[in-house]
């Protein structure tokens, strides 16, 4: 008995921690934990003996103020001085300024596919805009100083670098797309010059990197001789509304990684890169936590980068890889990756060249794949790309399942090429689901049936046996065999249908053809289908109502009571409390995810209904002391029973 007491507790203990670890797994991917506000740590730092005090300031537009005032002193550049550039390509707009040698704006607009297909990305009419005087439906995917492309001497001046407030000099060839900035280094020891060129077909682009010593001296980048930082893409747009109305989720789209040392990482935009772990075993005290570089042991950066809901913006060094990474982890930075350069020095004359595949588009698969071959380096090793990783899908940061979310979205398209309606597709694709899993989800519903019917058995059983637990487990179990069922076969589509499940939610969350796809009510799929919004409230603030969520708690009900036979008191508060949390969970997901769920309930329920009216049930002859199988048409079996019909004979 003690040890059965054992065995009992420890598969409770198991249950309670597996109940717990799905709990925070869900809460960790669909509701991340909730970003602290802004504010100031002061810290003490020891520096060459003395104390130091730095103020670590999170507040990212004071540090460019800092820096613009601290900086030598540059000659104010003119309005006029200013030169200005714009580019178009089959995919992309994009706008340059001589001042900081820099791209200002980058957008994405509609265009055709290789395979000739239309993707449509502005489909609002807000998207419209005004593009060297003619009308683009385009989205903007840069934010704040737009990308920067600039060397950055000093981690305090982070995220601003000096050299936007340079004018460089520059030209632009139109024929080759290519456009050349350059301009001496802000001590004038060195000249920069930056190459960007771009293709007509590609979401490719390329960057160069070119410092030269223009002294007779050796010379180090860093005037201190220490890291020079690079920096690429900021934070990654579009920005759909303010940053003050930002929920825990909106931050979540937004995201920086980086591939160094053969791993892959990624973080939140805005929050450190402190785990609990870290701060648990880990003691900050006497550190200066604002920046963290990270280098490598084995292998060197292959790529960083930042991304968004829908779109990614990566940047791969060609030849010279550079040997760490800088984080900034000030609450609501915008900063992005740094490429960090150690001990960068040059002798007389002599120049270094740094080549850079740069990739923005599509958080998909298909994005970036070449559409010219020759510029292909798969295809071409003398492609200009050459060198390009081969971990670049990496970076769209989709999760374990990606193979299967990518199938999804494959189908989804080549169902909304016959129906030109992505909800119209959703409906369609739970239907072939359906019918996919249909010999699983038919054992299931069998399964289902036989346990209503075996329900007044184990009712007598529980209440015969109360008062011995073990018996009346080995008695259910013997009942259970003897009728040939087993209750947790309807279990097992379930199962199988979580990995799936993770699939679809990233495929209708993340997936840019869904964005604001209209559909009956819905005016977005990939957002929740609120159709009111009430007053600011006491204590809740604003309540979005919803209605897909109704529906689908509603089915869920239908579909428990349906398949739901235990007679436990504590089973049967479970059956009642899982719609509170499925509506928990669905209130603010995307619209796409919870009509497939939707959807997928009421199939569930017409099969079942199906089962149980049409559905036939093998009869099996009661054996004697034990109780005989019962269906809507047989007496309930009772001890002794038998003997009762043996007598009245």
């Known amino acids: 008995m003690q040890n059965d007491t054992n065995n009992r507790q420890g598969r409770l203990f198991l249950a309670l921690f597996l109940s717990l670890a799905v709990w925070m797994g869900i809460n960790y991917i669909f509701f991340p934990p909730q970003t602290p506000k802004p504010k100031t740590v002061t810290e003490t730092a020891k520096t060459d003996g003395a104390d130091k005090e730095k103020t670590a300031t999170t507040d990212p537009k004071a540090e460019i103020k800092k820096a613009t005032t601290e900086s030598p002193k540059l000659k104010p550049v003119k309005p006029e001085e200013e030169k200005t550039f714009s580019l178009k390509t089959d995919s992309f707009l994009v706008r340059f300024s001589s001042l900081g040698g820099r791209i200002t704006e980058y957008y994405i607009k509609d265009h055709k596919e290789p395979d000739g297909s239309e993707f449509v990305i502005a489909k609002d009419p807000k998207f419209q805009i005004d593009f060297e005087g003619q009308t683009e439906k385009a989205v903007e995917l840069t934010r704040g100083q737009g990308f920067d492309f600039n060397i950055i001497e000093d981690k305090d001046t982070i995220p601003f670098s000096a050299y936007n407030l340079v004018n460089f000099s520059s030209s632009y060839n139109a024929e080759t797309k290519t456009i050349v900035f350059e301009a001496p280094s802000l001590d004038g020891k060195f000249t920069i010059q930056k190459k960007f060129q771009f293709f007509p077909s590609e979401n490719y682009f390329k960057f160069n990197l070119t410092l030269k010593n223009r002294t007779s001296e050796t010379i180090h980048i860093s005037p201190s001789k220490s890291d020079v930082y690079f920096r690429s893409f900021s934070s990654l747009g579009p920005i759909l509304k303010k940053k003050e109305d930002f929920n825990d989720r909106d931050n979540a789209h937004y995201f920086r990684y980086y591939y160094l040392d053969g791993s892959f990482k990624d973080h939140v935009d805005g929050t450190s890169t402190q785990g609990f772990f870290d701060n648990l075993f880990g003691s900050n005290e006497g550190k200066d936590t604002r920046y963290e570089i990270k280098k490598g042991s084995n292998d060197k950066v292959d790529f960083v980068g930042t991304g968004s809901r829908y779109f990614i913006g990566v940047i791969d060094p060609l030849n010279d890889k550079p040997a760490g990474v800088l984080l900034d982890n000030r609450k609501g930075n915008e900063t992005g990756v740094l490429l960090v350069y150690d001990n960068w020095k040059l002798g007389p004359g002599e120049e270094v060249n740094l080549d850079y595949a740069a990739y923005v ?279 002794g029973f038998r003997n009762q019909n043996k007598k009245k004979k």
């Open 361 to 639: 588009g599509v958080r998909e698969l298909d994005g970036t794949a070449f559409r010219d071959s020759k510029l292909d380096p798969k295809i071409n090793k003398d492609s200009t790309f050459a060198g390009l990783s081969e971990s670049l899908d990496k970076s769209f940061n989709q999760g374990i399942t990606t193979p299967l979310r990518n199938g999804i979205v494959w189908i989804l398209k080549k169902i909304y090429l016959v129906i030109p309606n992505y909800g119209w597709a959703i409906v369609i694709f739970a239907i072939l689901f359906k019918l996919a899993f249909y010999p699983l989800n038919k054992k299931q519903a069998e399964s289902m049936k036989k346990m209503q019917e075996l329900s007044p058995q184990i009712k007598l059983i529980n209440e015969k046996y109360a008062e011995d637990p073990k018996l009346k487990q080995e008695k259910t179990i013997e009942l259970y065999k003897k009728n040939g069922t087993n209750p947790m076969a309807g279990c097992l589509p379930m199962l199988i249908q979580i990995p799936i499940f993770i699939a679809l939610y990233t495929a209708f969350s993340d997936t840019v053809d869904l964005w604001n796809s209209p559909f009956l009510w819905i005016k977005d799929l990939s957002e929740p289908d609120t159709v009111f919004t009430t007053p600011k409230l006491a204590f809740i603030g604003t309540l979005a109502i919803n209605i897909l969520p109704l529906i689908m708690v509603a089915t869920q009900v239908v579909q428990s009571k349906m398949t739901t036979v235990s007679t436990d008191p504590n089973q049967k508060m479970m059956m009642y409390m899982m719609p509170v949390i499925m509506l928990y969970f669905f209130w603010s997901m995307p619209a796409g995810v919870t009509m497939y769920w939707t959807m997928q309930n009421i199939l569930s329920i017409a099969q079942q209904v199906y089962t149980n009216k049409f559905g036939k049930s093998e009869d099996k002859k009661p054996t004697n002391g034990g109780p005989a199988p019962a269906n809507n048409s047989q007496a309930i079996a009772r001890p």
